[in-house]
């Protein structure tokens, strides 16, 4: 297991590193740089700038330099917010994010395996319909439309919430809400498919047939089968969660990392997009990895060595 | 005598409500078990005698209804609530089912599903159930039950997982125990063991066992009485001697008549090699390289030299994972294989995909699945032509229909029904259908892999008939794969023994049949000798 853990690091190595390449090259490809203003800057303190950021060398020794200090752990200074290095701002801004991504994810599960597992319990009945219609709707409609008819409905309409910032545990409501919204329909659907499927299979008729009570047949025999296939989609949920909040921070005015991606890409700070992209980056394939143990766990049948 | 009964069924129906309208899978019938007996359900695929059974457990599907009458002893079954169902199931009747890879939660260790219902119907403690667990298993001949007890059922065989599921049956010392198919999905030497297993326990513990099967040589081995199910119906009943001595049914007859009969004539002595290979080898690798691990490797086949006459059919006979399929395939260049293959005097070890395409016309393949192989969107017109658009392009519409409706009727099927779909169709006749896409081409050799082994005994006759006479008819050479001894019998005048990747003995078939000289063929034999030929031996144990 260990020497599994290890080589999925290693082999992380060269993923993380194409991913870095790719975001560096394109993100000078977009037209612009930090310094241009409206008001042209004087060309002499443009130089100065230049020449202080390295920017006055080629791109191919800017691109060295960045792995250079990477691989010292220093993402180097904002462009945008000047008094802060963009590990400044993720000191302040990752557990903000992670707070409300882990509650989002968390509420999705727990509602979602719940909503699913109820559905397929009774299912071709009124809640079984009602699930899935709910579960459809949710899918289909987008973060960046739910996430200002809360705000104006729970936040300005109704005055029950804060429409945005953040501080107390109410500020939380409404952005952990529309995050979990989508991936609760989606797990809902997910489990409910798993666990019709796992109600038909050989092995739960044997429990049925050797008489174990239905909270036996159900919970111990079908619901762990059903929950495997919702394991697996942990990984592209979190993904799915980490570009949602670049929405939803900004929307709600929330300041996590998310948001620092908007903002750093609208003024070409290039280091702090760099930044976003390797954390997000680190993150989702550390989480991928924390899935696939998981699910080892679960089902003997998978083993790494 | 009627009070004698643990189980007395009385005009029960099993109907199912589909999109078709409602299905009535099982029409009013009355079957009786006495304590300590063994009774037979014989049927073919859809008599309905699973579903009689499934019924009475309170298993059937959701869109099933069950009316009539179930007692066991002074129960009656038949819409009993969950929870006193619960007292039945599981304690008074058990089950065990056709499927052994699939009947256990993978997710769970054998020892735990095996305690569930101790724990459950005895109120054992954990501890008290690990014991009597330990005891079922060596009861069952699990050898070293203390660790295989902690195993998971992928960890085990087929014939092992089964051994599982009738210790689990056994648990908690049943009146009844139902084995529906118990060694259907078993190669022949462990469905000998199984079924020797179940009669040891049957003498030593004295429950009664209602065998559900199609095989008559279980029946006629094993069973005190026999019910003979025909779609939904009882046709006959009655002590197992004398309906096996005097059937009375039309139906019985046919079903004891049903073995393939006749034998291949070998083909002339000098009659040209089609297709030959030498020391063909197949290995597949898995893992290795940076992600993988250690490298694995597995030799499916392993240096293997064949000559394939005109008009001979070579039987290739072994067990799940012998590498006989492989062979099949790799003869036709389908896998990547080391060694040398030559077709009509050609070497073809190394011709590349274009080089092959020609060659294809002359060698098909018949796959065992007639539901998995027939493209479900294409009717039976298209899936039999489609061979045509390739190799012979040149031919119009009409000629291809004409073409279709001669292959359709040389297989015995009415060219009337080519535009339907293959979920049209029974088992046999997609396996026609499958025949007839093959003959459509003209082929030289056709490697049939397990043709018959999905079927029912008495659609087996009808295809084995049917690919002798079509040998005949065009002179075909066939790789005849297969694990049934009898219908390779009936088929192949060369029969080549595999185990492991390897040729353990080769030779002409009855040469083999009446004096096997390996050990593995000899067991082979007489694990199949129980069963299929019953007629000859009387091994009846009463």
Redesign the interface.
């Known amino acids: 297991m260990f ?2 853990v290890l ?1 999925r690091f290693v ?1 992380a190595v060269p993923t993380l590193f194409i991913i870095i390449t790719i975001a560096f090259f394109m993100i000078r490809l977009a037209p612009g740089g930090p310094f241009d203003l409206e008001r042209p800057l004087d060309p002499l303190i443009m130089q100065n700038l230049e020449r202080a950021y390295n920017f006055d060398k080629p791109l191919w020794q800017q691109y060295l330099i960045y792995l250079g200090n990477l691989a010292q752990g220093d993402l180097g200074p904002s462009f945008t917010r000047r008094d802060f290095s963009v590990v400044d701002l993720f000191r302040t801004g990752l557990p903000v994010s992670i707070r409300i991504g882990s509650l989002a994810l968390s509420l999705a599960l727990v509602i979602g395996v719940v909503l699913g597992a109820w559905a397929a319990l009774r ?1 071709n009945t009124w809640v079984d319909y009602m699930v899935v219609g709910t579960a459809t709707f949710g899918i289909t409609i987008p973060t960046f439309v739910i996430a200002p008819l809360l705000s104006l409905g729970f936040g300005v309409m109704m005055g029950w919430l804060p429409a945005g910032g953040w501080g107390t545990w109410k500020h939380m409501v409404l952005p952990v809400t529309t995050l979990a919204l989508p991936q609760i329909a989606i797990i809902a659907r997910l489990t409910r498919g798993a666990t019709i499927e796992a109600l ?15 909270h ?1 047949v159900v919970g ?2 079908a619901l ?2 059903a929950i495997l296939p919702v394991v697996s989609y942990l990984g592209p949920a979190a993904a799915a969660l980490l570009t949602g909040s670049v929405v939803v921070e900004t929307i709600f005015g929330i300041p996590g990392i998310g948001r620092y991606f908007v903002q750093g890409a609208l003024g070409r700070d290039y280091t702090l997009v760099m930044g976003t992209v390797v954390v997000i980056a680190v993150f989702v394939i550390v989480f991928n990895l924390v899935v696939d143990i998981l699910y080892a766990w ?4 998978v083993r790494y ?1 | 005598m009627a009070e004698d009964n643990i189980l007395s069924v009385r005009g029960l129906h099993v109907d199912f409500e589909t999109n078709d309208g409602v299905v009535h899978a099982v029409k009013g019938i009355d079957i009786d078990v006495k304590p300590g007996e063994t009774v037979a359900i014989v049927g073919e695929s859809g008599s309905g005698k699973s579903q009689t059974m499934m019924a009475m457990m309170g298993l059937l599907a959701s869109n099933g209804r069950a009316r009539g009458s179930a007692r066991y002893r002074d129960k009656e079954l038949i819409g009993l609530p969950e929870r006193q169902l619960n007292h039945v199931r599981g304690e008074k009747i058990t089950m065990i089912f056709q499927e052994p890879m699939t009947s256990l939660d993978p997710l769970y260790r054998i020892g735990r599903q095996i305690a569930e219902p101790l724990i459950h119907h005895r109120g054992m403690s954990r501890s008290q159930a690990r014991a009597r667990v330990i005891e079922l298993l060596k009861l069952v001949g699990i050898p070293d039950p203390e660790r295989r007890i902690d195993a998971y059922p992928h960890e085990m065989s087929g014939g092992q997982r089964q051994r599982v599921m009738i210790a689990m049956a056994l648990a908690n010392d049943p009146d009844m125990l139902i084995a529906d198919e118990p060694t259907t999905a078993l190669d022949v030497t462990i469905q000998a063991q199984i079924l020797k297993l179940l009669a040891e326990l049957q003498r030593k513990l004295g429950m009664a066992i209602v065998f559900i099967t199609h095989d008559l040589g279980i029946v006629r081995r094993f069973a005190d009485r026999v019910y003979v199910m025909r779609s939904g119906e009882v046709v006959e009943s009655g002590e197992t001697e004398s309906l096996f001595a005097s059937p009375r049914h039309s139906y019985t007859k046919m079903l004891l008549s049903a073995e393939p009969t006749g034998r291949k004539e070998p083909p002339v002595p000098d009659a040209p090699i089609l297709l030959e290979g030498h020391n063909v080898e197949v290995v597949f690798r898995a893992g290795g390289g940076f992600f993988g691990g250690a490298e694995l490797e597995l030799r499916a086949v392993d240096r293997i030299s064949l000559a394939l006459r005109k008009g001979q059919t070579i039987g290739i006979v072994g067990e799940s994972g012998s590498g006989k399929s492989t062979l099949g395939r790799a003869l036709l260049r389908l896998l990547p294989s080391e060694g040398a293959i030559r077709f009509e005097a050609r070497d073809i070890s190394n011709a590349d995909k274009g080089e092959m395409r020609p060659l294809r016309k002359e060698l098909q393949l018949v796959f065992q699945d007639p539901f998995g192989s027939l493209s479900p969107r294409l009717t039976v017109g298209q899936v039999v032509t489609e061979g045509l658009l390739v190799h012979e392009p040149s031919l119009g519409a009409r000629e291809r229909d004409r073409r279709a409706i001669e292959a359709l009727k040389e297989v015995g099927l009415d060219p009337v029904m080519r535009n339907r779909y293959p979920h049209e169709f029974s088992g046999g006749q997609r396996q026609r259908i499958a025949i007839a896409r093959a003959m459509i081409l003209k082929p030289k050799v056709v490697v049939l892999d397990e043709p018959t082994s999905a079927l029912d005994r008495s659609v087996q006759k009808q295809i084995v008939e049917l690919l002798r006479d079509l040998q005949k008819a065009h002179g075909l050479s066939y790789l005849f794969i297969s694990h049934d001894l009898a219908v390779v019998r009936a088929m192949a005048d060369y029969l080549v023994v595999m185990k492991q990747g390897k040729i353990v003995e080769e030779g002409p078939t009855e040469e083999i049949f009446d004096n096997p000289s390996h050990s593995y063929t000899q067991t082979l034999m007489a694990a199949a000798v129980d069963q299929t030929r019953f007629r000859q031996l009387d091994l009846h144990t009463g």
């Open positions: 020497a599994y080589r082999g299912q038909r299979s050989n092995h739960v008729r044997t429990a049925r047939a050797y008489g174990l009570p239905s036996v111990v025999h762990r089968a679960l089902d003997p049948r060595d």
